[in-house]
């Protein structure tokens, strides 16, 4: 505790959010990811109290924020501003989705991150699956239970996005260069739902016991399928159109008929 | 055929036999040219701007849902800052819950599993089905006798469309959605579910689309006001698939009469 506000008192970052403006959204849609292991936190943006006894491993929004600057401070839970443990400055971007982090990290110093969230749509079947290092840890491989990688080499405070078939998946977390007989963390069921970003953070301290996985769902992706294969054409109703058939057979009489004769006539 | 084409072989009038090879020839070019059209725009004066309006109002698609780029990842920068402007804060009402993996809990939804229309005298079993990547299209069961749900999608009585699809015809047999071109606005339509629930709904609306003409947003609308679209296929064959598609739009008992149908 002492020393997360020791390391905390001497941040003051400015935090710019960029974004492709999507021309139809007006705003931001921000969320707030809790990953300091041991802290119940309040946070205030511009000043206001805006989450009170936000917990580690809680996820807060999405608040949907006008374009703008923002000042953001996060104190213990109760504190006065004035001793804010983290302070950040957001510039959001209509159409921006993002998620503010609060976390350890690699050596286990307290900060702020944001992460702007993929919200491109996702094909029919398909959902996107956000591994997200936040944690004091060391880089790491994420592994399917049969060695597949998911993410080489990621290391806090990075991302890596991989659309896949929707499903559930059994994967663990190794350290860089493992193998799954290296699993720290794992296997564990994670299931990547359709049309949806499910992003996983990892937080908290591995060495120190706190590491936690912490998921935050960005829904409402999907895309419909573009045909639906209801028929073999034996049976029912229209069949082959009469048309179609009939002039078929005329060609092919004639097609026939013609070559026949040319061919004779070369004879 | 043999014979009759040895009778005309006498050779020795050439510009007859000429001329009538030629005027076969020009026939069958013709014939030809109309039959290729046919399979590649259905023969039907142009299928592929065909939607039949049948009866009722059919869903259109409520959220365009535009395609957003992805966004780059945001930068930290350690420059100026300009004086932030007066942005009221949010109010506080802010959603907040536990994001940890181990209380996660999916969401638990009711799922059918048998589709009765007394009017055709269909019962049905219902199959979940998904997406098939390789030819990008919906799942269908491969039993011509069941009818599959897109597990995708609403489950019937959720937000949205519940799509439930099955074979007119497959291999010359008759699919569970043989007669479905036979619903009339008002018939009744019987979705069990697997919490031994029995949903009532009540058809709106009939559409027979040319294929590339499906309206799929809206059929496969994943929010809004619930209904059902039961889909098969219709229209000519061209020999390799039907040209349309048929979909009967449901809405649940009694909110068909106090709503024009599905918005």
């Known amino acids: 505790m002492r020393k997360f506000i020791v390391a905390a008192a001497s941040m003051a970052m400015l935090l710019a959010f960029t974004g492709v403006a999507s021309a139809q959204e007006s705003g931001a849609q921000v969320s707030v990811v809790h990953g300091v292991p041991g802290l119940t936190v309040d946070v205030y943006v511009n000043g206001e109290s805006t989450l009170t006894n936000f917990e580690p491993g809680d996820v807060a929004g999405p608040l949907t924020l006008p374009a703008g600057s923002y000042e953001l401070a996060v104190t213990a839970a109760g504190d006065t501003i004035d001793n804010a443990v983290l302070t950040a400055t957001a510039d959001v971007t209509d159409g921006l989705n993002a998620s503010v982090v609060a976390h350890l990290l690699e050596d286990g110093t307290p900060t702020l991150t944001v992460f702007a969230n993929d919200t491109s749509s996702i094909g029919p079947g398909n959902g996107r699956l956000t591994a997200r290092h936040t944690a004091a840890a060391p880089a790491v491989d994420i592994l399917l239970a049969d060695g597949t990688p998911v993410a080489t080499n990621l290391s806090n405070p990075n991302e890596a996005i991989s659309n896949v078939l929707a499903n559930t998946y059994s994967a663990g977390i190794a350290p860089a260069g493992g193998t799954v007989d290296d699993f720290v963390v794992g296997p564990i069921d994670l299931e990547v739902p359709e049309g949806t970003n499910r992003i996983v953070y990892a937080i908290g301290d591995l060495a120190g016991g706190s590491f936690d996985l912490v998921i935050q769902d960005v829904a409402g992706l999907g895309t419909a399928p573009a045909a639906v294969p209801t028929g073999s054409g034996d049976l029912a109703g229209g069949g082959l159109s009469p048309w179609f058939v009939a002039l078929a057979i005329a060609a092919a009489l004639a097609l026939g008929v013609s070559s026949r004769l040319a061919f004779a006539r070369n004879r | ?198 949903q009532r709904w009540e058809v709106v609306a009939r559409r027979q689309y040319g294929k590339e003409l499906l309206p799929t947003d809206a059929i496969f609308a994943r929010d809004g006001d619930p209904f059902l679209a039961l889909i098969t296929c219709g229209g000519p064959f061209d020999g390799r698939r039907y040209e349309d598609n048929v979909v009967v739009f449901a809405r649940p008992e009694g909110a068909a009469a106090t709503e024009p149908g599905p918005a």
Do not use: C
């Open chain 2, 1 to 198: 055929m043999a014979a009759s084409l040895a009778r005309l072989r006498p050779s020795r009038k050439l510009p007859s036999v000429r001329l009538v090879a030629a005027v076969l020839g020009i026939i069958s070019a013709i014939a030809l040219g109309i039959a290729v059209a046919g399979l590649v725009d259905g023969g039907d004066g142009g299928v592929s701007s065909r939607v039949v309006e049948e009866f009722g109002d059919a869903p259109v698609a409520v959220t365009p849902a535009p395609a957003s780029s992805p966004l780059p990842p945001p930068q930290v920068t350690g420059g100026e800052l300009a004086a932030p402007p007066a942005v009221p804060a949010p109010a506080a009402a802010v959603p907040v819950r536990s994001g940890r993996i181990g209380e996660l809990s999916a969401a638990i939804r009711a799922e059918p599993v048998r589709l009765e229309i007394a009017g055709l005298g269909l019962a049905a079993p219902v199959g979940s089905v998904g997406y098939d990547a390789r030819r990008r299209e919906m799942e269908v069961p491969r039993s011509p006798g069941e009818v599959g749900w897109y597990r995708f999608g609403a489950s019937p009585g959720q937000p949205g469309s519940a799509v439930l699809a099955a074979h007119v015809d497959f291999n010359g047999v008759a699919g569970a959605f043989y007669d479905l071109h036979q619903l009339e606005a008002g018939d009744a339509v019987v979705v069990l579910m697997d919490d031994g629930s029995r």
